[in-house]
Nanobody, 114 residues
């Protein structure tokens, strides 16, 4: 299984980014799938996730109302639309299967700064 994250970058506070995660080797509906992030000096945290069926979505309090997770089953790709970004959203963002982790990808750096 390989995970490839992309779409990060430098954005000003209040800006938006859309992250993309391409998964190969495991269908998205095989396990719950989500986006994580890790800020410098902090533990990795789950910010948004689909249930296995895709019918339920969970958001961390820090991302609720600003982030939207979506997926394309045909492309086996998961997205994270991030709006109203704050400096505390600065982190490396990763995708993975929360209940059945696979080797982490390289992640994509998101930096929110003026």
């Amino acid at each position: 299984v390989q995970l490839l994250e992309s779409g990060g970058g430098l954005v000003q506070p209040g800006g938006s980014l859309k992250l993309t995660c391409e998964a190969s080797g495991r269908p998205l509906n095989s396990y719950a799938m989500g986006w994580f992030r890790q800020a410098p000096g902090k533990e990795r945290e789950l910010v948004a996730a689909f249930s296995r069926s895709g019918e339920q979505i969970t958001y961390a309090d820090s991302s609720k109302g600003r982030f939207t997770i979506s997926r394309d089953g045909i492309k086996n790709t998961v997205y994270l639309q991030m709006n109203s970004l704050k400096s505390e959203d600065t982190a490396v963002y990763y995708c993975n299967f929360p209940a059945k982790l696979v080797p982490w990808g390289q992640g994509t750096q998101v930096t929110v700064s003026s």
